[in-house]
């Protein structure tokens, strides 16, 4: 998996956009862009994706730069249960990359 | 639809007991994975199933973790003789076909004392 970079922590106002920026300037032209967070005392729960395009979803949004090496995950208002760790990890979609690895992640912190 | 669950929620046994962790996967999804995570680390993979081929289990620690997933569904992940440094959390995830996406179960928190 290419090496991802991202800031260690970042606090949040309710209600406000969250805005997590992640590097990965060795990432290859078949690997994706994946997101996962992690409350505390539970499992890693799955954000979104994606390889060039912007992508939305009911969470979040995924904006990757033209030349991918960098993205930034969107969450458009945030609430106190956003409250976890995120990370932010490139791999290629196919089955047989099924190792999940992540790195430190960034703890966000979202206050009232 | 319901998510992945484990059981039970929290273990505690003592050191050279045997233990069993269970773990349903959402309905319809063939790939069945186990990861273990101690106390402020990272994920460690420990097995895979995809449907009815063989399992990859390069990441069971030792002799004493054991997997099965009995009809491709329900997996138990079993730990012989426990020692302490076993304490952790144990995740199972499950995934459909063509879809890499991992959704993971609450975990179960595995204390030996």
């Known amino acids: 998996d290419a090496k991802t970079t991202q800031p260690p922590s970042m606090d949040c106002a309710e209600g406000r956009a969250a805005n997590l920026p992640c590097n990965h300037s060795?990432?290859?032209?078949?690997?994706?862009v994946y997101w996962y967070r992690q409350i505390h005392s539970q499992g890693p729960q799955y954000i979104i994706h994606?390889?060039?395009n912007n992508e939305t979803n009911e969470m979040a949004s995924l904006i990757i730069t033209e030349d991918r090496k960098s993205s930034t995950l969107i969450l458009p208002h945030a609430t106190l249960r956003d409250t976890a760790v995120y990370y932010c990890?490139?791999?290629?979609?196919?089955?047989?990359?099924?190792?999940?690895?992540f790195g430190a992640g960034t703890t966000v912190t979202v206050r009232a | 639809g319901a998510g992945v669950s484990q059981s039970p929620s929290n273990k505690v046994t003592e050191k050279g007991k045997d233990v069993e962790l269970r773990c349903d996967p959402i309905?319809?999804?063939?790939?069945l994975y186990w990861y273990r995570q101690s106390l402020g680390q990272g994920l460690e993979f420990l097995i895979y199933?995809?449907?009815?081929?063989?399992?990859?289990k390069s990441g069971l620690p030792s002799d004493r973790f054991s997997a099965e997933r009995t009809g491709g569904s329900v997996s138990t992940l079993t730990i012989q003789r426990t020692q302490q440094e076993d304490s952790a959390v144990y995740l199972c995830?499950?995934?459909?076909?063509?879809?890499?996406?991992?959704?993971f179960g609450a975990g179960t928190r595995l204390s030996v004392l």
């Open positions: 990890i490139v791999r290629t979609p196919l089955i047989n990359d099924y190792k999940l690895s």
């Open positions: 995830a499950s995934s459909s076909t063509g879809k890499n996406i991992q959704y």
């Open positions: 994606g390889l060039k």
């Open positions: 309905s319809g999804h063939t790939a």
């Open positions: 199933f995809q449907g009815n081929s063989a399992p990859d």
């Open positions: 060795t990432i290859s032209g078949n690997e994706y």
